[in-house]
């Protein structure tokens, strides 16, 4: 069978690497690099050359079953790495970070201040009340209205909880408020941050995330066509054609689109009710992510430093701010310290700007959710499959498992 496979982020490399035995597989990319959110730049120190993740970064033990089944079976090593979240805002005057207790108080005025203790009461309080939300799927009271009924703090939410959601979903803050509670709260739990002990053990790929993606890509060859952007494809009872930008129609067989939902429903000729539906369900927040090498975007107190660092800024933007310190994230080994920033780019000293790169994440609504439940109405259907993360939270593991889920109609598994 002749596949067209659009995309080569995650689900389409998977999809990919999985069908191309028994089938003759092409795979088509609007970037000049594959891999998509998987992004691995090459940066040049003094001290020697690091590989630095600006997407992909991290995954952990328990919740990434399917992709570390994948990097087990290209070979693909993997290290320990360290997933601690600082907060601060512009001024230093408010800094924190919780990795220890000499972080949490890492500006040592937080001992003896009433709000920032109400701040870690709130914090014991969420730990032992909001677990009840897990199970509810997606239903149940917003995280706003959850917060507000609950009666938490400002210093609460606005320093901690939102915060941590915004920059766990690379989400505006401020749409953190329609944001169902019970997502949080089973992201919380599934991750072990209910508590101080049963958390996941964190990892990241050795020498970079993109090791993963040239094991895939290495054998595909010519079959794999990058800084080629598909503007159509259409579908007929006998095949369907796909048509990259500036080029002439092309036959397959039938074609998995491995893009975010609404690339793929501009790309389709003629769109059923359903695919408006579903593929126009899940909005997007574009960031911009920064990777350089400006310590100033870092806590100004070494002791709040942590991997991810949340940046509270005195004019509210619609977009989630955040610092993460790779060298803490990738074990590099470096006096210069390497960031990657979403969203403050006019901060950054343009000296030590390595490369800018632009990112869309998706947004998790209850409209969004619902129409994940409709997958059979859509894929697999009129010669057409779908993957690709925003079929589940957004995260590596969700877009290997829509791919998964695309690769049993033609009988292959990771584990054949």
Known sequence: MRLAVVGAGVSGLVCAHLLRDGHDVTVFEANDYPGGHTNTVRVDTADETHWVDTGFIVLNDRNYPNFERLLER???ATQPSNMSFSVSDQDGGLEYSGASPNGLFADRGNLVRPSFLRMVRDLVRFNRQAPALVGLNGSGPSLGAYLDEGGYSREFIDHLIVPQASAVWSADPTQMWSFPASLLAEFFANHGMFGLTGRPLWRTVVGGSHRYVEKITEPLGERLRLSTPVRGVERFEDRVEVTP???????FDEVVLATHSDQALGMLADPSQAEVEVLG????????????TDR?????R????????????DEPV????????MNNLQSLRSDTQMCVTLNRSEQIDPDKVVTKIQYAHPVYTREGMAAHGRWDEVSGVN???YCGAWWGYGF???GVNSALKVCERFDRSLVT
């Not at 070494?302 to 800024?313: E, I, P, Q, V």
């Open 383 to 385: 010669r057409t499959h």
């Open 245 to 251: 930008s500036g080029g002439e129609p092309e036959a």
């Open 296 to 300: 100033s975007l870092l806590p100004k």
């Open 74 to 76: 290209l070979g693909v």
């Open 302 to 313: 070494r002791r709040a430093w942590a991997s991810w660092n949340y940046h509270l800024l």
């Open 396 to 398: 590596h593991e969700d």
């Open 281 to 292: 369900a899940i909005p997007y927040q574009p960031n911009e992510a920064v990777l350089h």
């Open 318 to 325: 619609a977009q989630t701010t955040v610092t993460y310190h």
